[in-house]
């Protein structure tokens, strides 16, 4: 079981950044993918991106591409997601998860943070 802690939304302008971090603790292995979605009102969650614990490999959806950067410090057992010149479009509750590399859905999750974005 992995346990994840998310924190770091807030408020922000259109055209700013906010960073977000997902503390990860108990059976993470260098396997692991750890991933960020966001779920806006009324709307699907969907796929933000991820990243590879051990190698730092990154994947992204189209939309946040070149404006969303995946990090990750394994000495601290945590993943960041480094939001640039966020949107209106771009609030959401975003959401950490983990999953190991051979299954096909996340099975553990954080509670989210909110991100709202004004225009």
């Known amino acids: 079981q992995v346990q994840l802690v998310e924190s770091g939304g807030g408020l922000v302008q259109a055209g700013g950044s906010l960073r977000l971090s997902c503390a990860a603790s108990?059976?993470?292995?260098?396997?692991?993918?750890l991933g960020w979605f966001r779920q806006a009102p009324g709307k699907n969650r969907d796929f933000v991106g991820r990243?590879?614990?051990?190698?730092?490999?990154?994947d992204y959806a189209d939309s946040v591409k070149g404006r969303f950067t995946i990090s990750i410090d394994n000495a601290k057992n945590t993943v960041y997601l480094q939001m640039n010149s966020l949107q209106p479009e771009d609030t959401a509750v975003y959401y950490c998860?983990?999953?190991?590399?051979?299954?096909?859905?996340?099975?553990?999750w954080g509670q989210g943070t909110q991100v709202t974005v004004s225009s």
């Open positions: 998860a983990a999953r190991n590399s051979l299954a096909s859905n996340y099975a553990n």
């Open positions: 108990g059976r993470v292995f260098s396997s692991s993918i």
């Open positions: 990243i590879t614990w051990s190698g730092g490999n990154t």
